[in-house]
Nanobody, 125 residues
Framework: QVQLVESGGGWVQAGGSLRLSCAASGRTFSSYPMGWFRQAPGKEREFVAAVNWRGGTTNYADSVKGRFTISRDNAKKTVYLQMNSLKPDDTAVYYC??????????????????WGQGTQVTVSS
């Protein structure tokens, strides 16, 4: 079993930065592709970023490309989402997710097996 716990959310002004962390428990984290998703009020959960298990391949939603960076530290069993140049439209609950196996990166909600509880990010204008 895998448990994921997000942290680092908060309330920031537009143009500011936040770094989200997702700490994982379990023995096989290093082999799990990871992703970040977000859900704004009244909207469906949407893909944000993904990284393969080696950490060498990443993918981003067009809306965050160039502003957000996903990375991972398998020794620490942690995945990060560095968010820069934040906009009010980035306001959402952010979730990290893990897929049990797979060689690539994954951009759909159904591709993942484990989810964190979410952390709130609020960006004011």
């Amino acid at each position: 079993q895998v448990q994921l716990v997000e942290s680092g959310g908060g309330w920031v002004q537009a143009g500011g930065s936040l770094r989200l962390s997702c700490a994982a428990s379990g023995r096989t984290f290093s082999s799990y592709p990871m992703g970040w998703f977000r859900q704004a009020p009244g909207k469906e959960r949407e893909f944000v970023a993904a990284v393969n298990w080696r950490g060498g391949t990443t993918n981003y939603a067009d809306s965050v490309k160039g502003r957000f960076t996903i990375s991972r530290d398998n020794a620490k069993k942690t995945v990060y989402l560095q968010m820069n140049s934040l906009k009010p439209d980035d306001t959402a609950v952010y979730y990290c997710a893990a897929r049990q196996g797979g060689a690539g990166y994954y951009t759909t909600e159904a591709s993942y097996d484990y989810w964190g509880q979410g952390t709130q990010v609020t960006v004011s204008s």
